[in-house]
């Protein structure tokens, strides 16, 4: 990445173009405008026919400054600075500050392509381009531009690798909650890079993993546990325990009435849990109801009675 620097001090992380990808695109760039020029020089030379020597040599020097060195930098100027070999190679022409580039960029890189490029059939620019350290060519040196890749490849997203089959749901009654995210990072990339690493380094990488996962966690890992398998089992534990949460979020942890969720004051079959009747009686101290008239086989519950000097509990006394 080159670091370029904006006039308000902002680096800017830029790839430049090496050589291969802009000598791919400066090639379609030249094949297209050949075709054109070869194409409007066999008109014009159908059209002038009648002129003299002196005209017909002023209109073809004419054809080969428009259609050569004009129309690349009208397009680069138009298009701020794609061409259409640069637009299928994913290229852009930028200036030193990222910004996009001007008429006078576009047209002191066509005035040095001409000698550069043209005249010496691109020797002049392989050259300055493998000399330069951000690849450039003579004409982005004295235009001051640069030419940068838009079009990176995305990094391949590497899967955390399944724990043995014999330590899926060991570390179901692991307290996870005081592992923070830096460290569930470094053990991802850990796993997803284990392969790549030295057999010596990465059991070193992962038992120094495992010592700060145990202190964050409190419960050492079972006896006989390698370390990397110990580290895939907890990480296996957690995606378990995040997609229960996303696709059963009624079900979650911490919910009333849920899975290890407080007790609801009230709720039937829960210990220390009051009748609804009963607790309406106790909290508004009314008069009783009346008696219904078939003898009920049991004493009513009635309402506390509060007297003066006494206390009553509300409950009828054993017959």
């Known amino acids: ?45 159908v059209a002038t026919a009648s002129l003299d020597e002196a005209a017909t040599v002023a209109v073809s020097i004419a054809s080969f400054l428009l259609v050569l060195v004009g129309a690349p930098i009208a397009v680069e100027t138009l298009s701020h600075g794609r061409s259409l070999g640069k637009l299928a190679c994913g290229l852009r022409v930028v200036r030193d500050d990222g910004g996009p580039v001007r008429f006078r960029h576009a047209l002191v890189r066509g005035a040095m392509g001409v000698v550069e490029i043209l005249m010496t059939f691109g020797v002049v620019a392989c050259v300055a381009s493998l000399v330069s350290e951000r690849g450039r060519r003579l004409g982005d040196v004295f235009a001051g531009t640069l030419v940068v890749r838009e079009r990176i490849p995305a990094a391949r997203a590497l899967a955390v690798p399944p724990p043995p089959p014999w330590l899926v749901g060991r570390f179901a009654g692991l307290d996870l909650s005081a592992v923070p995210e830096t460290l569930w990072l470094e053990i991802r990339q850990y796993l997803t890079r284990s392969r790549e690493l030295d057999p010596v380094v990465g059991r070193r990488l992962a038992e120094r993993l495992a010592d700060e996962l145990v202190t964050r966690t409190g419960t050492p890992p079972p006896a006989g546990v390698p370390a990397d398998a110990f580290l895939a089992g907890v990480v296996a534990e957690r995606q378990a325990r995040d997609a229960r949460r996303a696709f059963a979020p009624g079900a979650a942890a911490g919910a009333p009435g849920g899975p290890g969720g407080p007790a609801v004051p009230g709720a039937l079959g829960m210990p220390g849990a009051v009748p609804s009747s009963v607790s309406q009686s106790v909290a508004s101290p009314v008069s009783s109801p009346p008696m219904p008239s078939a003898p009920a086989p049991s004493p009513p519950v009635v309402a506390p009675v509060v007297e003066a000097g006494s206390r009553r509990t509300g409950f009828a006394p054993p017959a």
């Open 1 to 45: 990445m080159s670091g370029l620097v904006t006039g308000d001090a902002v680096v800017l992380g830029l790839q430049p173009a090496r050589l291969p990808s802009r000598a791919l695109a400066v090639l379609i760039d030249l094949v297209v405008v050949w075709a054109v020029y070869l194409l409007i020089s066999i008109g014009l030379a």
